[in-house]
Structures are given as C-alpha cells and as structure tokens.
T-cell receptor, first 114, second 112 residues
Framework: AQSVSQHNHHVILSEAASLELGCNYSYGGTVNLFWYVQYPGQHLQLLLKYFSGDPLVKGIKGFEAEFIKSKFSFNLRKPSVQWSDTAEYFCAVRMGQAGTALIFGKGTTLSVSS | DAMVIQNPRYQVTQFGKPVTLSCSQT?????MYWYQQKSSQAPKLLFH???????NEADTPDNFQSRRPNTSFCFLDIRSPGLGDAAMYLCATGGAHRTEAFFGQGTRLTVV
C-alpha cells in the first residue's frame, strides 16, 4: 500500500541547532512531494514542494529539502532553527497521475528552546 | 483574498444528528479533498474529487459522505455523528498538475 513515513515523532532542539527531518514514501512511480507546517492553532501552510528538476529545493523561512529518488526520501533541513520554528511538520506525497490523493505522514513535532 | 473557505469554523452537533460541513474555493481547481485531523495527529484523507470523479479512501466509514455540486463547492455530510468523529475537518483544493494543496481554515466539529 502507498504510504508516507516520518521517522521522528518529536524533536527537541536548542536555538541555532541544525534540523533534519526524515520522510520516506512507498511508491515507485511519479511523485509530487511537499512539506507543510502547522503552527499551534493555525492551518496548514506549505513550506516547500518538489515536482521535478533540481532535487534540492528551497522553501520559505530558510527551509530546504532534498529528493533522493533511489532512497524514496524527501528530507527537510534547516541549518539553524529559531524558537519560532516550533510547530508540527508534515511530509505529504501525491503518488501517481494528476488528481490522485495527497497522503500525509504522521507528522513531527519540533520544539525549539531559546 | 481567502481562496478556500470553510463554513462554519466551529460546529457543535448532537450525537447521531446529521451535520453538513461546507467548503468553497475561488481557485477553480479540479481536485478537492476532505481530511479529518484529530488532535496531534496527521490529516487523514477521507475522500477526494477529481472534477466529478469521487474517490473514497478504503477506510473511510460509510457514515461520511460527500457531494460536489459544482467546481466551487464541496460538502461533507456526517450522517450519524459519534463522539469519535469530533475532530478538525480540513478541506483542500489542488490543480490537476503540479500544484500544491491549498487548505482552508478548517471546521472544528464537537459532538455532544
């Protein structure tokens, strides 16, 4: 079955630490890849997306992600986190042709202490 | 400027009393999604439409139904809400090709 896995359930970092959140999916065909962020009490916001081309994509707020096709992975990174990055992070994958379902991973809670 | 609008933002319904949540979009997107999100959990896809084609997830209970009368509107009907259906319900839209999903603010459903 098609699925999206996020390896880290809860990550706790100090400000200025580097961040990497893992995301893997199970599908051998064409994928569209996304990372969404949800701040407490707010709706989902897009951080970045990958459709094709350069596998290293840059998003808002200093986030970036790298698509490694051979590993079916799309890991999220940020060199130096801030307290304001405290939020829930979701990896989402659209697997297959246009109009197919957008599936979310279980999410990672990031807590950044100042 | 709101592109995906969900109404109401908060809905309280009685156990077993049918309830309808609505979603409208100004983006003219082909795809509309309904997700259920419980506290501290990932959004769970209930179903989605690609134009008029309805796609139900295998584990979506029969208690949940949906209607899409036109491109702009989509409804989520819960025929007999149970306490376990209390959640945030998210509507999202997406284009047919290479677009992200745009989310509404959600409707928080409380079942009493």
């Amino acid at each position: 079955a098609q699925s999206v896995s996020q390896h880290n359930h809860h990550v706790i970092l100090s400000e200025a630490a580097s961040l990497e959140l893992g995301c893997n999916y199970s599908y051998g065909g064409t994928v569209n890849l996304f990372w969404y962020v949800q701040y407490p009490g707010q709706h989902l916001q897009l951080l970045l997306k990958y459709f094709s081309g350069d596998p290293l994509v840059k998003g808002i707020k200093g986030f970036e992600a790298e698509f490694i096709k051979s590993k079916f992975s799309f890991n999220l990174r940020k060199p130096s986190v801030q307290w304001s990055d405290t939020a829930e992070y979701f990896c989402a994958v659209r697997m297959g042709q246009a109009g197919t379902a957008l599936i979310f991973g279980k999410g990672t809670t990031l807590s950044v202490s100042s | 400027d709101a592109m995906v609008i969900q109404n109401p933002r908060y809905q309280v319904t009685q156990f077993g009393k049918p309830v309808t949540l609505s979603c409208s979009q100004t983006l003219n997107h082909n795809v509309m999604y309904w997700y259920q999100q419980k506290s501290s959990q990932a959004p769970k896809l209930l179903f989605h439409y690609y134009d008029k084609d309805f796609n139900n997830e295998a584990d979506t209970p029969d208690n949940f139904q949906s209607r899409r009368p036109n491109t702009s509107f989509c409804f989520l009907d819960i025929r007999s809400p149970g306490l376990g259906d209390a959640a945030m319900y998210l509507c999202a839209t997406g284009g047919a090709h290479r677009t992200e999903a745009f989310f509404g603010q959600g409707t928080r459903l409380t079942v009493v």
